[in-house]
């Protein structure tokens, strides 16, 4: 198993092949967090510490005019051990920090 290792925890990612796909673990990732994904939400429980951050990317658009960045989600769980992602669509990437 390889995953990335930060100072007194890991990071699990999880990335998707495209627009509309279900994430895939990276790494080992799958050890770590396990993910329920649905259209629009993404279950989460950590199976191995705590998860301290989260990071979701969506993919990026267009408005036929504007290039768009993809949106990008920063947040602090609540409860450490279990959670939802609802950014309105399958995002692009998701990554969990991880205590020890």
């Known amino acids: 198993m390889m995953t990335l290792l930060v100072a007194g925890g890991a990071v699990a990612v999880f990335a998707a092949g495209g627009p509309g796909d ?5 790494n080992g990732a799958e050890r770590l967090v396990s993910l329920t994904q649905s259209q629009a939400s993404i279950l989460w429980t950590a199976t191995s510490g705590g998860v301290t951050a989260i990071r979701a990317v969506a993919w990026a658009s ?6 768009l960045g993809g949106a990008l989600v920063l947040e602090r769980p609540d409860d450490p051990r279990a959670g939802t ?3 309105g669509e ?3 990437t998701v990554e969990f920090t991880i205590d020890g």
């Open 22 to 26: 279900d994430l895939s673990p990276l």
């Open 62 to 67: 267009s408005d036929g005019t504007h290039d």
């Open 85 to 87: 992602i609802n950014i």
């Open 90 to 92: 399958k995002p692009a």
